[in-house]
């Protein structure tokens, strides 16, 4: 079938979970937009599908972001209306307005019914709620989990039962679980017409992907399609798009003189780390690479690895062992004696493909009990700092973790995450400012395990504080900063007022106040003043990226309309109440300006 398992669009509220580095973030309305763009660039607008298209695959329904203890397929202990709320938004405003056309339910469990057996959520939610017309295809093995993690099937058998009667159309990935249906059916305890509909939903997919008129892809057109010279183009641009400049004391951009040095340490700076899930690319370009040739012989570079942070880097390996602490300690000493002779020095720190992965079976782990670098990286980093020069400090990694200490001490922090192949040439560019950093943090950054959860919207009863530390996060949500400054303004509304069911523009200018040309991102957040339930203390409603020269301005405007104001009442239909909305605009979740929105019967 011409299908992509893509893309997941889990709200993901605990970093502990190795799977959040899969995931667009910790905001419904951000994971929507995301997740639209990902499934119309997989399969375009139109059915049936156009050539060099394939149908996307919404995953993973639903809950799989808020797992008990953040570890993968634990239990989602969440309610009715954390999943209405928080976890359905992202799912069913890709179903309304997009031709997606396969979903997969999530391994986990939700108030004691496991996704991949839940018939509320695949058939009266999904395709009855909001009109779902695909395929339900399960995650690998999902079925069989029924009875042999779960426990709500006696046997595999009845396994498959439970699942095609939730409305579970395809077993992936090799339909063991399935395999039972033919003798089920003989035994009268599946009816026909329940395979003719999962069938009938699979022939359609297939007819609307072109497969019987075509049903075999062309290999060598595909050899020279993947890495050729338009994608290096765009994995740079989305490299450059992506990182987050979270810190700078004036430090960068770095500039080049002839008798400086330079030094790059850090058990990352080396490697090129795309994530587990990520095939092999023809280049991949690591932050050394990206300096070195950034730098050619107009300044001397010196370099040094500083730990090393596990033992090997095999994704695929079921054990996974941290590296010789005796080992790492002649390590830094040496990466001491190398940044001790330079003038400058970029320290790139963060995770392997091992320390933040699926974990798949109690025999393969990725899930974390703590948000610290892993292995002996923050013996690294206080030994460089301890040199008193000026210390760049590059995160590469798959969640986000908690680095208090080099908040603090570092002169400048930039969070990559996992740039990609072209991710040592966009570093690069950014750290000697031939590119100037625009992007925005997706998901909060916690000081420690001990505040999570921790994410922007939450309600108003919470993050009272804690005795010995500061209930507020290490970086908001929606943060990063720029090598210029702008100003946002005051929003203003085209109304003062409006009818539950009105809508209204909200415009605000932005303006680059600074010396260089940039990029900012313009958020729109709301919240509903007072109201019959709790509302969360604000919500992301809107956002534009927007790029100015130095002193230009722009007029950015925003639609707010009932969708954007409802909420799920007591009796759990969603409501537009009258009453008043802060509307606000900023550069992020805390920095913000607000304007009264009164809204009447």
């Known amino acids: 079938m011409s299908e992509a398992l893509s893309p997941v669009v889990d709200v993901a509220r605990d970093p502990r979970w190795s799977r959040i580095e899969e995931t667009f973030g910790e905001d419904p309305y951000l994971v929507s937009q995301l997740g639209v763009a990902a499934v119309r660039g997989l399969q375009g607008d139109a059915l049936p599908l156009a ?57 986990n469990e939700i108030d004691g019914v496991p996704s991949h057996g839940n018939r509320w959520l695949l058939h009266d939610v999904l395709r009855g709620e909001w009109g779902f017309k695909g395929a339900v295809v399960s995650d690998y093995g999902g079925i069989e989990q029924l009875m042999s993690l779960h426990h709500v099937a006696p046997d595999l058998a009845s396994a498959a039962i439970r699942a095609l009667n939730a409305g579970v159309d395809v077993d992936l990935p090799g339909g063991v679980a399935y395999g039972t249906l033919v003798a089920s059916v003989r035994q009268g305890r599946v009816a026909e017409v329940q395979i003719d509909a999962a069938v009938r939903r699979i022939l359609e997919l297939k007819f609307l992907a072109g497969l019987f008129e075509h049903p075999y892809a062309d290999a060598a057109a595909a050899e ?89 880097d095999d994704w695929w390996a079921n054990d996974v062992k941290l590296a010789d602490p005796a080992q790492n300690a002649e390590y830094i000493k040496a990466a001491v004696k190398v940044a001790a002779g330079a003038d400058e020095i970029v320290l790139v720190l963060g995770d392997t493909e091992q320390t933040s992965r699926e974990g798949w079976a109690d025999t393969h782990l990725g899930d974390r009990d703590s948000l610290e670098l892993v292995g002996q990286q923050n013996d690294l980093a206080t030994a460089i700092f301890d040199l008193h020069k000026p210390t760049v400090v590059v995160l590469l990694n798959g969640r986000p973790p908690a680095v208090v200490n080099i908040a603090a001490r570092a002169n400048a922090l930039i969070e990559g995450w996992y740039l990609g192949q072209e991710g040592g040439t966009a570093l690069a560019d950014i750290l000697f400012g031939d ?40 970086f908001p949500f ?9 100003d946002i303004g005051e929003p203003h509304l085209s109304s003062p007022s409006i009818k539950k ?16 040309a940039g990029e900012e991102v313009v958020q729109l957040y709301v919240h509903d003043e007072v109201s019959t339930v709790t509302r969360p203390v604000k919500e992301l409603k809107g956002f534009q990226r927007v790029a100015l020269s130095a002193g230009k301005s722009k007029t950015l405007t925003f639609e707010i309309g009932p969708r954007a104001l409802q909420f799920w009442n ?5 409501v537009v109440e009258p009453g008043s909305f802060s509307i606000m605009v900023g550069p992020n979740s805390q920095d913000l300006k607000k304007a009264v929105l009164t809204v009447t019967d």
């Open 51 to 107: 050539d060099g298209k394939v149908f996307a695959t919404l995953k993973h329904l639903t809950g799989h972001g808020q797992l008990e203890s953040g570890t993968n397929v634990g239990p989602a202990s969440i309610s009715v209306r954390t999943l209405r709320e928080n976890c359905f938004p992202s799912f069913e405003e890709i179903v309304r307005v997009t031709n997606v056309r396969a979903v997969m339910p999530s391994y």
């Open 570 to 574: 007591a009796d759990m239909q969603p």
């Open 224 to 312: 020279a399609l993947t890495g050729n010279a338009e994608a290096p183009a765009v994995a740079l641009d989305a490299a450059r798009r992506a990182a987050v400049l979270l810190k700078n004391d004036g430090v960068l951009p770095l500039s080049v003189a002839a008798h400086k040095t330079l030094a790059v340490i850090g058990p990352n700076a080396a490697v090129a780390r795309l994530g587990g899930y990520s095939v092999t690319p023809r280049q991949a370009i690591s932050a050394l690479d990206g300096i070195r040739a950034k730098l050619g012989n107009r300044e001397q570079l010196v370099y040094a690895e500083g730990v090393r942070i596990t033992q090997d």
């Open 478 to 486: 929606g943060f990063g900063l720029s090598y210029t400054r702008f």
């Open 501 to 516: 069911d009105g809508s209204l523009t909200v415009s605000v200018e932005v303006r680059n106040t600074g010396t260089r």
């Open 435 to 474: 590119y100037n950093p625009g992007g925005k943090l997706p998901v909060t950054l916690a000081r420690s395990v001990g505040q999570l959860p921790i994410f922007y919207n939450h309600k108003p009863s919470a993050r009272r504080g804690y005795l010995f530390d500061s209930a507020k996060p290490l």
